[in-house]
Nanobody
Framework: QVQLVESGGGLVQPGGSLNLSCAIS????????MGWYRQAPGKQRELVAR???????YYADSAKGRFTISRDNAKSALFLQMDRLQSDDTAVYYC?????????WGKGTLVVVSL
């Protein structure tokens, strides 16, 4: 079992920044494919950024140049630095990982970009 708990969401003005965190616990050995996804109101969940099996990073077009995914293996944590936030970034952000081909998701953290 793997547990993922997101934090760091909140209300931010357009152009502002937030840093999301995902605490990873449980049977984390050989967990892979860690990434961030989001779901905006009335829309399907979509990929924001993730680490590939080879350790490379993939960003959705909407995140390129503004968001940065990183991880701290020692602290078992995943991060998403979000800069130059726009109203379209308003969504619930989820942390996701894979282990033995089973998907694990956190409960999400809400990001609202508004004046």
């Amino acid at each position: 079992q793997v547990q993922l708990v997101e934090s760091g969401g909140g209300l931010v003005q357009p152009g502002g920044s937030l840093n999301l965190s995902c605490a990873i616990s449980g049977s984390i050995f050989s967990i892979y494919g860690m990434g961030w996804y989001r779901q905006a109101p009335g829309k399907q969940r979509e990929l924001v950024a993730r680490f590939t099996n080879l350790g490379r990073i993939y960003y959705a077009d909407s995140a390129k140049g503004r968001f940065t995914i990183s991880r701290d293996n020692a602290k078992s944590a995943l991060f998403l630095q979000m800069d130059r936030l726009q109203s379209d970034d308003t969504a619930v952000y989820y942390c996701r990982g894979l282990k033995d081909d089973i998907e694990y998701w956190g409960k999400g953290t809400l990001v609202v970009v508004s004046l």
